[in-house]
């Protein structure tokens, strides 16, 4: 079951925890500079199609949840600055918040979400 966005802005849904804004990031350009620059994130971003990620140059500590292809969390990492993500192999897509978020929110293993908006041909 293949999902692809455009670039935007929609809402993440966690299935039994919150809704909140979410920015996605679909072309290559937009995944590569994710939170990269940033202070401070509002909501969470969403990297896809994407099984890692780094944060080199990243000014905060960021959570990272690895979605599979059915948007089921796979698993939940809170990453320092300037630290590389090995790849999750079942991971298809990733989350990025600041460091908080995802506990905040109820994304943990086994949790499925649902992304709202922005949604490209294909």
Same mark, same amino acid.
């Given at each position: 079951?293949?999902?692809? +966005?455009?670039?935007?802005?929609?809402?993440? @849904?966690?299935?039994?925890?919150?809704?909140?804004?979410?920015?996605? /990031?679909?072309?290559?350009?937009?995944?590569?500079?994710?939170?990269?620059?940033?202070?401070?994130?509002?909501?969470?971003? =969403?990297?896809?199609?994407?099984?890692?990620?780094?944060?080199?140059?990243?000014?905060?500590?960021?959570?990272?949840?690895? =979605?599979?292809?059915?948007?089921? %969390? %796979?698993? %939940?990492?809170?990453?320092?600055? +300037? !630290? =590389?993500?090995?790849?999750? =192999? !079942? /991971?298809?897509?990733?989350?990025?918040?600041?460091?908080?978020?995802?506990?905040? +929110?109820? %994304? !943990?293993?086994? @949790?499925? @979400?649902?992304?709202?908006?922005? @949604?490209?041909?294909?």
């Amino acid at each position: 079951m293949g999902r692809r +966005w455009r670039d935007g802005r929609g809402e993440l @849904v966690v299935y039994g925890g919150a809704t909140v804004p979410l920015e996605i /990031a679909a072309s290559y350009r937009a995944r590569t500079r994710g939170l990269l620059g940033r202070d401070a994130a509002e909501g969470a971003m =969403l990297l896809s199609p994407a099984n890692s990620v780094h944060t080199f140059r990243m000014r905060m500590p960021i959570d990272v949840a690895y =979605l599979d292809r059915e948007l089921v %969390v %796979v698993a %939940v990492r809170t990453m320092r600055p +300037w !630290r =590389l993500g090995l790849p999750r =192999l !079942r /991971a298809r897509h990733v989350l990025e918040a600041e460091a908080g978020g995802m506990a905040e +929110w109820g %994304v !943990r293993v086994g @949790v499925r @979400v649902e992304v709202r908006g922005a @949604v490209g041909a294909g």
